[in-house]
């Protein structure tokens, strides 16, 4: 398959990929803020993915990343939700599977795998904490 170029630098780099330490969110917390947390998917799926948000006092974003198994347009799509949540309050932190996949190209069979990455950043926002783990 041809990806476009953007998805192979996403996918070769993955910018904001992994999780917070635990000393990452003990900072967090002393400085008011809290982690959410969302996994989605399943490997038997083809599609896993879990992200991790920071979040300050204030309510906003401040640091966004994530683990995920699956093909290159699934994590590329991952990565630029990642990015793209950085710096928004969590009343506009939503992602569009069917925007993600025109911009990265990917092909109508694959939305339902960017659906995955929708849901866990949902399953985020309806949960305070959580207990990351890194997928393997």
Avoid at 67 to 75: E, V
Avoid at 88 to 115: N, T
Avoid at 119 to 133: H, M
Wanted: hydrophobic share 45%.
């Amino acid at each position: 398959m041809n990806y476009r170029e953007q998805v192979r630098a996403l996918f070769r780099e993955t910018p904001r990929a992994g999780v917070f330490s635990p000393e990452e969110e003990a900072a967090l917390r002393t400085a008011g803020g809290r982690l959410l947390c969302g996994r989605r998917g399943s490997r038997e799926q083809g599609a896993e993915v879990a992200f991790s948000l920071a979040v300050d006092g204030d309510g906003t974003i401040v640091e966004a990343r994530f683990a995920a198994f699956g093909c290159p347009h699934f994590i590329a799509a991952a990565s630029l939700s990642a990015q793209r949540l950085a710096g928004r309050v969590l009343a506009e932190a939503a992602v569009d599977p069917r925007a993600l996949a025109a911009e990265l190209e990917a092909p109508a069979w694959k939305l339902g795998r960017l659906l995955v990455v929708e849901d866990a950043v949902n399953a985020c926002l309806t949960r305070d904490g959580c207990a990351p783990r890194v997928l393997s």
